[in-house]
């Protein structure tokens, strides 16, 4: 019993202090992923009937929705293709670096439930595709977290609202740096060592800015939900609410983002 | 002679079938998604299924057992490496010193015993959780180690009725 008991101890010491533990968890961690799938499949499989159930109606009515939505955001991307080019044609006239376009591709959630202490997901995506440790992951909304632990077919990825997740970012209006922190169980972030006077103020949009050279610059992270200076302290007190939907999306995109060399 | 020896194997057989089942299904309802509000009624399953497997065959689950599940469960719910492990092993020692009493106790004495070692079990598992970083304030947390003795009585029998099926 000692012998297993200190070998458990000598774990978890190494898998907090050291680094070789990431690969003992990824080669456990094809052990685990057919468990993790058959979980995910029922789920998947209700959610097929369910697609398959639909009626005509909503189908019909559904498409048109989206047909309303894609005039929009063509509209709207022709006016992102000309700002893109002059952007580009600054960015030649500074002679700086051009902004690469990132590689990405679409990964999705396995409806499993982790331990209520750490905000963490499974991505049905690992190695075998490419994905890397440190890789960050995107929703349609905003940066989800990033990835921190690659088996052969699957891959855990620790959101942004975790206690253990830190992004740089910056202040979209006033472009102030700061460092979102997850808050843990209530699913906010707040930003950490803000002084008093520095310009943040409710409804900023906070974006990714880069200097971590992992996340790509200019994904939205959140919105500040209150500013809060209390007497005494040396640092406000800033809750922001994540962009990116962590409980309602099921598809995710992981980005491949060659190293940005900043002008 | 030949025969006798052939269906005690077969017996030995069934009944390890029904242990590698069993520690199959207790890990896929750990990690089921269930919704939010019965996620913090969830029993802890592996828990409860290795207490009745040392229970019953203290020689063949013992403690290397336990580690290899905890280990596993670790993986599986990214927990820290070894936090599960290191308590399963405990768990899996105490019950194997004492499970001829254990064995003799009735129903509802032995559901107590098992209500105090889930008690144990969470409050182990906070106390690591606090030591490496991520806390969580809620009393709701401790309601799994009511439901997990709720459930019990009901493993027993069952678990109980698979194994005189299969011998």
């Keep these: 019993m000692f012998i297993f008991a200190t070998l458990a101890i000598f774990l978890m010491i190494a898998d907090n202090r050291l680094h070789f533990s990431v690969k003992i968890r990824s080669a456990l961690s094809i052990i685990v992923a057919p468990i993790q799938y058959l979980v995910n499949w029922p789920v998947e499989f209700i959610d097929r009937i369910d697609d398959y159930l639909t009626s005509q109606h909503k189908l019909l009515e559904e498409n048109t929705q989206l047909h309303n939505e894609q005039l929009l955001l063509q509209a709207k991307i022709q006016k992102f293709m000309a700002l893109e080019k002059e952007n580009a044609q600054l960015r030649a006239l500074l002679s700086s670096a051009a902004h690469i376009d990132a590689q990405v591709l679409a990964a999705q959630i396995l409806a499993v439930n982790l331990n209520p202490f750490d905000q963490q997901i499974i991505l049905d995506k690992g190695k075998r595709e490419g994905v890397y440790l440190g890789q960050p992951v995107l929703d349609a909304y905003g940066v989800m977290g990033q990835i921190i632990d690659v088996g052969p077919i699957t891959s855990r990825t620790l959101l942004v609202t975790s206690p253990h997740s830190a992004i740089p970012i910056q202040d979209s209006r006033s472009g102030i740096r700061a460092i979102a922190v997850g808050e843990g169980y209530s699913g906010d972030i707040k930003l950490i060592y803000v002084t008093d006077t520095m310009d943040i103020k409710p409804r900023d949009l906070l974006v990714t800015s880069g200097l971590d050279l992992k996340f790509p610059i200019g994904y939205p992270v959140g919105v500040v939900n209150t500013v809060e200076h209390i007497p005494g302290e040396r640092f406000a007190q800033i809750k922001v609410t994540p962009s990116a939907k962590l409980n309602l999306s099921r598809q995710v995109l992981l980005v491949w983002s060659k190293k940005l060399t900043r002008s | ?167």
Excluded at chain 2, 34 to 39: D, F, G, I, R, T
């Design chain 2, 1 to 167: 002679m030949v025969k006798k020896i052939d269906s005690i194997m077969n017996s030995q057989l069934k009944i390890y079938f029904i242990i590698v089942i069993s520690f199959l299904l207790a890990m896929m309802l750990t990690i089921l998604p269930l919704p939010n509000w019965a996620n913090w009624l969830r029993p802890i399953w592996i828990l409860i299924v290795l207490i009745y497997w040392v229970l019953m065959m203290p020689n063949s689950i013992s403690i290397e057992v336990a580690w290899i599940l905890g280990l596993l469960l670790d993986v599986l719910t990214g927990t820290t490496l070894g936090e599960h492990a290191l308590i399963l092993v405990i768990v899996a020692y105490f019950i194997n010193k004492f499970y001829l009493r254990m064995r003799l106790f009735s129903l509802w004495q032995q559901t107590l015993t098992v209500f105090t070692i889930v008690v144990i079990y969470q409050v182990f598992i906070f106390c690591i959780q606090g030591l490496t970083g991520s806390i969580l304030i809620t009393w709701q947390y401790w309601l799994s180690s009511l439901t997990s003795a709720m459930l019990w009585p009901w493993l027993f029998t069952l678990l109980q009725g698979f194994c005189t099926e299969a011998k």
